[in-house]
């Protein structure tokens, strides 16, 4: 019974000195002070010189992609994507487009039909294509637009 009680105090001794100890540190740290507002110089970074680049790069229009005719295509006729399409950046300096995808009517992905290297595209059979087109311009601001291809036998224009 007395190796009971000498374990005891020396637990109960134990958390009186961490008790102790917790008190006095809490009352000398800073932890009451931490949600006080701070005092900072006021400054002005509006005047600094690249703020205004910044402004007016991030206030800057994206650029835009249109599309040139509205023809309707015959199955194997090549499609040159600078022929239909145009990229065109703020100032209406011409950018590069880039096809992200191609999809036929029923959602099947047909990027088969385009030639990265010349830039061309040629669908063999007949419906519409969805088309995802990106341009960027010089400060990287980016448009991504989809518009639908038509091939058909028939002549025309939509």
Known sequence: MKESYRIMAGILLAGLIFAALYSVLSALSFSDRLG??????EERYEDYADS?????????????????????WK????????????GRDAEGIQTEIKVLDIQDEHGNDRMDCYDRAAHKMVFSERGMYLLELKTT???????????????DYRQGGI
């Open 36 to 41: 006080e507002h701070m005092d900072v110089p």
């Open 52 to 72: 205004g680049e910044i402004k007016k790069i991030c206030s800057r229009k994206s650029p835009e992609i249109i599309r040139r005719t509205s023809k309707i």
């Open 75 to 86: 199955p194997g006729e090549e499609i040159q994507i600078a022929q239909v399409f145009e």
């Open 137 to 151: 311009d010089g400060q990287r601001k980016s448009a991504v637009r989809k518009f639908v291809l038509l091939t």
